[in-house]
């Protein structure tokens, strides 16, 4: 097993994107940028190794605002990606022995476990490179588009990124390349007469080029599903209704509030909003709005879920629980979950709907009031 205290990472982000036509890492996949994921892989996989990002020099000043205060050093590029890739080895100066994990910010669905994988064995190997294998026959072109040799493809493979390498063999790798130029540190370090030993990664590790590159990645490839979590609570008050859930239950008392207190619908939405990262329900519907002054809450619940599908992702489950002594939900129950299944865009069989009371505890037990629990789950859309 690994210790992480002696790994850093330095992610690559200083290219020109001439390909791409506008900045490809600030491009959105599923609500994040492409910078953005290719960063949260390599910290899920080594949360504990100091990250540098080397940006280009001007965007420096932004890049610190922006990931400072997410614990990343933003270190300014230079000339040619090998320059920038020293320039975030050099802001980390790290010990002989350290490994140092090297990502281009390009790539934003590196699996964790490649990542985990390739430092690995640069510990093991002193230097390592993920690939992955070419399946395609490989043909070999002259200038005017036509063929002139099908290359034998036994042995190939693409060179992706992550590549690792202990500290002190890229630093013998610099000193012998003098000033050639290197499209990877792989090559730098074969090139100094080392060995690089590769290891097999997902080949859908794919290196965003051109803008085709990110329809692949807007699928399940970046992050699958989101869970969030909603509570709300109403107090019992005379003279009100009792609508759980967008249905009205037969009660001598109901639930007090601005809206239409469907505490039920109000921690739903909770969890949608939370899920999504949507800020929370008192932010969207502030109770001191006379417009929800008795609103109908499937009004907010339909609000989270059009925002959510705005960044991308759709309902796919939901468990709620209610905490109260009264009125019994049982003889309900059908048309609840009908109803909050509706409003999610869901199956009946995707909504969970549970009861509990308190026992007689706390200020359900003495029924002033009702509680309500959430999870929902958001795939992407
Ligand atoms: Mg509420």
Redesign the pocket.
């Known amino acids: 097993m690994s210790t992480e205290h002696d790994t850093v990472v330095v992610v690559v982000a200083a290219g020109a994107s001439t390909r791409f036509g506008s900045d490809k890492l600030a491009e959105t996949i599923g609500g994040a940028t492409v910078l953005e994921h290719a960063v949260a892989a390599l910290r899920r996989a080594l949360p504990l190794a100091p990250l540098a990002l080397v940006v280009a020099p001007d965007r420096v000043g932004d890049a610190a605002a922006e990931w400072e205060p997410r614990g990343v050093t933003v270190v300014a590029g230079g000339r040619r990606r090998q320059d920038s890739v020293r320039n975030g080895f050099d802001a980390l100066r790290p010990a002989d022995d350290a490994v140092v994990v090297i990502h281009d910010g390009a790539r934003p669905a590196v699996p964790p476990g490649d990542v985990a994988a390739v430092a690995e064995s640069a510990r093991d190997h002193g230097a390592a490179l993920l690939v992955a294998p070419i399946s395609d026959t490989v043909k070999r072109l002259d200038g005017g588009g036509r063929v002139t040799e099908t290359v034998p493809r036994d042995g190939l493979a693409r060179a992706l990124t992550p590549q690792a390498f202990r500290a002190a063999v890229l630093r013998r790798a610099w000193e012998a390349a003098g000033d050639d130029v290197w499209t990877d540190e792989a090559s730098l370090v074969e090139a100094a007469g080392a060995s690089v030993h590769a290891v097999e990664g997902d080949p859908r590790n794919v290196k965003v080029t051109v803008r085709r590159d990110l329809e692949g990645l807007t699928g399940d490839r970046v992050v699958p599903v989101r869970v969030g979590h909603g509570v709300?609570?109403?107090a019992f008050g005379p003279g009100r209704r009792l609508v759980l859930c967008g249905v009205e239950l037969p009660s001598p008392v109901g639930l007090v509030?601005h809206?239409d207190?469907?505490?039920a619908l109000?921690?739903v939405t909770d969890a949608v909003l939370g899920a999504c990262g949507g800020g929370d329900?008192g932010v969207h519907f502030p109770p001191t709005d006379e417009r929800w002054r008795d609103a109908a809450?499937g009004r907010f619940l339909a609000h989270a879920v059009a925002l959510a599908a705005e960044r991308g992702w759709r309902p796919a489950q939901c468990d709620l629980t209610l905490l109260a002594e009264q009125p019994r939900i049982g003889p309900h129950r059908e048309r609840m979950i009908a109803s909050l299944a509706g409003l999610l865009g869901l199956p009946e069989a995707d909504v969970g709907l549970k009861a509990t009371t308190c026992e007689g505890m706390g200020f359900v037990g003495r029924k002033e009031g009702m509680m309500a629990l959430a999870v929902v789950t958001l795939a992407r859309v």
């Open positions: 709300d609570v109403h509030g809206s207190a469907d505490v109000h921690a329900i809450s």
